[in-house]
């Protein structure tokens, strides 16, 4: 990729924090601002219109994204893939001390989560991100896993008939979620680092939520511009009475992407025992003697 491209897609970005944009996107705003860049390269190149430079930049970006992560640019991990100007903050860094205090918070969290889940006719499993392959590079699975995973059996009340039609029929027979949990409350310096963390692991669900115990104010209005371009919702959680907890943001329902939960199930136990599990509900509709799925998380 050419290195002058890796800075103009970075400037772009970083000019425009609040823009999400595609790689299409991103190649039509340079035709447009960058007339001496496109000339050159079209000069140099056996690109002659611009619509085939537009192509050609386009897939340029798309296939040097770990180049363009040493000038700040990430995408997320939704389709189409957006890229985004990320600061020092967001990096894929070591985990610091202060991060490792922030996970054992959060391990407290997840009893407390599951609790509420439950209320809403959600069932819940911990992914431990720790049991999954490490022979893929450092940082390889790094914001791949979720901290909950959740499933609602659409058919669970229905009469015993309507579970056996419902196995022959080919329909939606289930939500699946993906929860990442977040402890304290939310700030302007940490909102962005948090959400697009959930936007890279959680994707791949029918719902994805941030998980907290609040967040500021003045975070607020922002994390719901978010909210709504990524279908994410927002989960604010009672860590004394879960119960009570609410959801804040209402996620968007989006496609189940299977590619990112096959990618995830090669990696983690965990994960394969979460789908295993949805495998025990489905064939449970159909036949009383098959072993009921084991979900929850222990305090």
């Not at 990729?1 to 772009?12: P, R, W």
């Not at 202060?98 to 996970?103: I, M, V």
């Not at 022979?135 to 699975?141: A, R």
């Not at 979720?146 to 029929?169: P, Q, R, S, W």
Request: contains cysteine; positive net charge; aromatic residues 10%.
């Amino acid at each position: 990729m050419d290195k002058n491209l890796n800075q103009i897609v970075s400037e772009l970005l970083k000019n425009h924090t609040n823009k999400f944009l595609t790689a299409r996107e991103i190649a039509e705003w340079i035709i447009e601002n960058k007339t001496e860049f496109c000339k050159a390269k079209m000069k140099r190149t056996k690109v002659k219109t611009t619509n085939a430079l537009i192509v050609q930049l386009r897939a340029e970006i798309c296939s040097h994204a770990l180049s363009l992560e040493k000038h700040n640019v990430f995408r997320t991990a939704d389709k189409p893939k957006r890229y985004y100007y990320a600061d020092n903050t967001l990096k894929l860094e070591t985990e610091t001390k202060e991060d490792h205090k922030n996970k054992q918070e959060e391990l407290k969290l997840y009893p407390k989560l599951a609790q509420y889940c439950k209320t809403i006719g959600v069932e819940t499993l911990r992914i431990d991100e720790k049991l999954s392959k490490k022979n893929g590079g450092k940082n390889y699975n790094k914001w791949l896993h979720a901290d909950i995973v959740g499933y609602k059996d659409l058919a669970e009340n229905f009469n015993d008939i309507t579970k056996e039609c419902i196995v022959e029929y080919s329909c939606e027979r289930s939500y699946l979620y993906s929860f990442e949990v977040k402890a304290g409350i939310i700030t302007n310096s940490t909102l962005r680092k948090y959400f697009f963390q959930t936007v890279s692991n959680s994707s791949w669900a029918n719902y994805s939520y941030l998980v907290a115990e609040g967040i500021d104010s003045k975070a607020k209005e922002e994390l719901q511009l978010l909210c709504s371009s990524f279908n994410i919702g927002f989960i604010q959680l009672d860590k004394d009475e879960p119960e009570e907890s609410d959801i804040i943001i209402q996620a968007q329902k989006t496609d189940i992407d299977w590619n990112m939960i096959d990618r995830i199930a090669n990696e983690n136990p965990d994960f394969q025992k979460y789908l295993k599990n949805i495998s025990l509900a489905y064939k449970k509709h159909s036949n009383r003697d098959i072993q009921a799925p084991e979900w929850g998380i222990k305090a």
